[in-house]
């Protein structure tokens, strides 16, 4: 059953702007904490940004001052609104969530990838 569903990446040139959207499905009562992450092909895969429920951010330094997580809890929703991209940025971004269900459980929970390109 998919609990997080990913959506924004695509193609964008160097310096442009793409914005990063993980949506929990109907079947979950709220997102806790989340992080986005990333993997580069022949890399590991790296935490990006993250985001608690009370709004508190932490970020990789590649991409402070350039990415902003931030979260919309009546929709469930997380984003990622990167700017001033480099082609190093290029890699599939996911989204890792701490979900809670309306039974009271709690679980983690990988989203698909969405793949984003920066062409220089």
């Known amino acids: 059953q998919v609990q997080l569903v990913p959506s924004g990446g695509g193609l964008v040139q160097a310096g442009g702007s793409l914005r990063l959207s993980c949506a929990a499905s109907?079947?979950?009562?709220?997102?806790?904490?989340m992080g986005w992450y990333r993997q580069a092909p022949g890399k590991q895969r790296e935490l990006v940004a993250a985001i608690t429920i009370g709004g508190s951010t932490n970020y990789a330094d590649s991409v402070k001052g350039r990415f902003t997580i931030s979260r919309d809890n009546a929709k469930n929703t997380v984003y990622l609104q990167m700017n001033s991209l480099k082609p190093e940025d290029t890699a599939v971004y996911y989204c890792n969530a701490e979900l809670t269900y309306y039974s009271g459980s709690r679980g983690w929970s990988w989203g698909q990838g969405t793949q984003v390109t920066v062409s220089s």
């Open positions: 109907r079947s979950i009562f709220s997102i806790n904490a």
